[in-house]
Every structure is written in structure tokens, then in C-alpha cells.
């Protein structure tokens, strides 16, 4: 049986703070602002939606 590994592609409080660096980095200041915001809303979000604006 092969096992399938799936992309929820939701974005955690951990990995926001695990890979602060990183996203600051990449996307900019601006950037992880809105991903603590998505964060700290308590409601699932890709991250996708917060790239894109609609949080």
C-alpha cells in the first residue's frame, strides 16, 4: 500500500515563529506583520491567502 502525503497548506503560529527569519527575508517586514495578524485571528488561512491579501 502506498502511502499519500497531503499539503493542508495552512499556515501555524509555530511555523509563523519557527521561520520568522526566513519569511522576513523572502517576503519582508510588511509580510510577517500580516502572518502574525492571520495568526493571531484563530481562523485557518493559506499562505497563499495571506500573499495574496485576502486574510
Known amino acids: 500500500m502506498q502511502s499519500t502525503r497531503c499539503v493542508q497548506g495552512a499556515i501555524t503560529g509555530r511555523d509563523v515563529l519557527f521561520h520568522s527569519v526566513t519569511i522576513v527575508r523572502l517576503f519582508g517586514p510588511v509580510f ?8 493571531w485571528s484563530g481562523r485557518p488561512c493559506t499562505f497563499l491567502e495571506v500573499l495574496a491579501g485576502h486574510q
Do not use: D, I, N
Request: net charge positive.
Open 32 to 39: 510577517y506583520v500580516r502572518c502574525l495578524r492571520a495568526m
